[in-house]
T-cell receptor, first 113, second 114 residues
Framework: DSGVTQTPKHLITATGQRVTLRCSPRSGDLSVYWYQQSLDQGLQFLIH???????AKGNILERFSAQQFPDLHSELNLSSLELGDSALYFCASSVVEGGPEAFFGQGTRLTVV | GEDVEQSLFLSVREGDSSVINCTYT??????LYWYKQEPGAGLQLLTYIFSNMDMKQDQRLTVLLNKKDKHLSLRIADTQTGDSAIYFC??????????????FGSGTRLQVQP
């Protein structure tokens, strides 16, 4: 158990809908990262938050957004869902900014039908 | 941009050593990582190496880094069937706010034959 908690584990929704994925980082970790894992694109970095502030953006679509709350949990919002958004979405957290270790949650498997 | 490449598949017999290879392009890489993903599971951090090191050993795992050739390898001694999984190589520095956190390779599927 990495200590990073993601909910829900599985999500099935229809095209055009909006979903929210939740991540609770390890206790004391200020950084949260979101990744998308799909068969054709592999593991793609989406976005990084540190202590509530956005720090870096990767290949995140405009239909997707994220935030990190004062209690350090983070949410990834996916809207106007398309079939191609079906993937595993991982959250990772790391120790205080500058730490080399990033620990991943179990992921949320999103299926868009 | 950064790129990390791995071979897709490796098959070994139980008890043999496995060597999984990775190459990367970013010469400024600070840390290099190996993660393990079992079916239906998340990514488990196995080990990492700082870029000024050549080797790191952790029980059955040995990481070798050739910085000149930008080549990283993971050796698993006495491979067991429980080691069957996908192994991801990654480079980056999670604390670096000026760039993406980690760049991953496509993963090497390790199959251990009993």
């Amino acid at each position: 158990d990495s200590g990073v908690t993601q909910t829900p584990k599985h999500l099935i929704t229809a095209t055009g809908q909006r979903v929210t994925l939740r991540c609770s980082p390890r206790s004391g970790d200020l950084s949260v990262y979101w990744y998308q894992q799909s068969l054709d694109q592999g593991l793609q970095f989406l976005i990084h938050y540190y202590n509530g502030e956005e720090r870096a953006k990767g290949n995140i679509l405009e239909r997707f957004s994220a935030q990190q709350f004062p209690d350090l949990h983070s949410e990834l919002n996916l809207s106007s869902l398309e079939l191609g958004d079906s993937a595993l979405y991982f959250c990772a957290s790391s120790v205080v900014e500058g730490g080399p270790e990033a620990f991943f949650g179990q992921g949320t498997r999103l299926t868009v039908v | 941009g950064e790129d990390v490449e791995q071979s897709l598949f490796l098959s070994v017999r139980e008890g043999d050593s496995s060597v999984i290879n990775c190459t990367y392009t970013d010469s400024s890489s600070t840390y290099l990582y190996w993660y393990k993903q079992e079916p239906g599971a998340g990514l488990q951090l196995l080990t990492y190496i700082f870029s000024n090191m050549d080797m790191k050993q952790d029980q059955r795992l040995t990481v070798l880094l050739n910085k000149k050739d930008k080549h990283l390898s993971l050796r698993i001694a006495d491979t067991q069937t429980g080691d069957s999984a996908i192994y991801f190589c990654a480079e980056g520095f999670p604390g670096d706010t000026g760039r993406r956190a980690l760049t991953f390779g496509s993963g090497t599927r390790l199959q251990v034959q009993p």
